[in-house]
Nanobody, 123 residues
Framework: QVELVESGGGLVQAGGSLRLSCARSGRTSNSYSVVGWFRQAPGKEREFVAAIRWSDGNANYADSVKGRFTISRDNAKNTMYLQMNSLKPEDTAVYYC???????????????WGQGTQVTVSS
């Protein structure tokens, strides 16, 4: 079992920055896990944002956030981060941390989900 707890959401103006955190606990075998972020805006389906392989730090991003968002992890703190820069109103959504045992950076069908954190970008 893996537990994921997000923090760091909030309200920011367009062009601003936020950093989301996802603390991981429970079964945390570093060699076999990918963690990442999805988001869901009102009336839309949940979509993939970014993922990172815990063992080697390799990352994958959705085209819509490439060059603006950076995903990273801190092994000592067992925490993953999403640095979001140059935020746009269309980034407004509930952001969910997710994890999957394995190595697929597309993070298909995550095994575990956090509770979500709201990010609102005003124009």
């Amino acid at each position: 079992q893996v537990e994921l707890v997000e923090s760091g959401g909030g309200l920011v103006q367009a062009g601003g920055s936020l950093r989301l955190s996802c603390a991981r606990s429970g079964r945390t075998s570093n060699s076999y896990s990918v963690v990442g972020w999805f988001r869901q805006a009102p009336g839309k389906e949940r979509e993939f944002v970014a993922a990172i392989r815990w063992s080697d730090g390799n990352a994958n991003y959705a085209d819509s956030v490439k060059g603006r968002f950076t995903i990273s992890r801190d092994n000592a703190k067992n925490t993953m981060y999403l640095q979001m820069n140059s935020l746009k109103p269309e980034d407004t959504a509930v952001y969910y941390c997710a994890a999957r045992l394995g190595s697929n950076l597309a993070l298909p069908k995550p095994d575990y989900w956090g509770q979500g954190t709201q990010v609102t970008v005003s124009s």
